[in-house]
Structures are given as structure tokens and as C-alpha cells.
């Protein structure tokens, strides 16, 4: 019986060191959060995430034979999509902010609307989110020449609701 409760101790021990350190290293992350502002914290994880993702081109790349005529950059795409109202007939795509790459907006379709926000690649922005319907919609955009080509499609429906985020066309 003397052993159970060493056991049970010992595990509770262990236990409630893991939430402790759990508990600081979430302190450590917070204070670094707060310190340097959200668009900080996050430009520091883009960039590292960048870095690790340049020396994975550039690793692979050296690998290869590269041809002196080509003069093409590995470099991605990254479109500026300016903040502001993009329309067409009935339709609009807002875009509240466009920072390295990463896109914030919403997507107003008739009375149906969704936010939206992700990292584009390439000029060209795919996301995944839910539309006020509660329908898991995924939204293509492309900005050429101040114009937004907008394309949608349905991933999951929601079975008490029957109409979606449908929009398609070009937002000027």
C-alpha cells in the first residue's frame, strides 16, 4: 500500500513540474508578445520562418547546376495589395491591411460575408475560412494592375443553411 501512494506522489510531483514549466515558458512568450507588438512579433516569426525557408532554396539550389543565361530570381512574388473597397456590381472584397505578404479583409457576397487572412505566395492568395453562414468556404485572390480577380468555392456546407459565399469576377 506504501508504494502506491510513493507513486502517486511521484507522478503528481512530475506532473505539476511540466505544468510550472509550462506555466513560464507561456509567461516568457507573453512578455515577448506584449514587449514587441503584435506586428512585431509576428514580422519575427515570418522572418525567421523566411530565413529557414531561404537556406532550404539556397541548399537546394547549390545542389543543382544553374545555367549562367538565366537571370530568373527564387525569390517569391509578393503582391501589394493596397488597403481599401474593391467592387463590382453587387459584390465587394475589402482589404484592412497587405504587410509582407500577409493579407487581412472580408468579403461581403449579397448579405453573406466572410473575414479573411493569410499569407499570399506568388501574388496569389488562397484561403480557408467560414462565411457568416457558418459554410467552410476556400477564396482565391489575385491583385494585377489596382484590380482583385476573386474566386470562391465551397469546401463544407453547414446542413441548416442552404446558401453560401459564391463570388467570382473581377473587384476594381
Known amino acids: 500500500m506504501g508504494s502506491k501512494k510513493y507513486k502517486i506522489l511521484i507522478v503528481s510531483a512530475l506532473s505539476m513540474a511540466v505544468v510550472f514549466c509550462t506555466l513560464i515558458a ?3 512568450v507573453s512578455e515577448n508578445y506584449r514587449k514587441g507588438g503584435k506586428e512585431e512579433f509576428l514580422q519575427t516569426q515570418y522572418s525567421s520562418f523566411h530565413e529557414i525557408a531561404s537556406e532550404a532554396v539556397s541548399s537546394s539550389s547549390s545542389s543543382q547546376q544553374e545555367s549562367s ?3 530568373t530570381s527564387s525569390e517569391p512574388i509578393v503582391a ?3 488597403a481599401g473597397i474593391y ?3 453587387n459584390n465587394s472584397v475589402t482589404i ?3 504587410e509582407n505578404g500577409f493579407v487581412e479583409g472580408n468579403v461581403l457576397c449579397g448579405e453573406i460575408t466572410m473575414e479573411f487572412s493569410g499569407q499570399q505566395v506568388d501574388g496569389v492568395l488562397v484561403v480557408t475560412s467560414n462565411d457568416s453562414h457558418n459554410n467552410t468556404i476556400e477564396l482565391k485572390l489575385t491583385y494585377e494592375n489596382g484590380k482583385i ?3 470562391s468555392k465551397v469546401v463544407a456546407l453547414s446542413e441548416e443553411n442552404a ?3 459564391s463570388v467570382s469576377g473581377i473587384f476594381e
Open 69 to 71: 543565361d538565366d537571370n
Open 87 to 89: 467592387k463590382d456590381e
Open 96 to 98: 484592412y491591411s497587405s
Open 149 to 151: 480577380t476573386a474566386d
Open 163 to 165: 446558401e453560401y459565399l
Open 80 to 82: 501589394v495589395y493596397p
Open 26 to 28: 507561456a509567461a516568457i
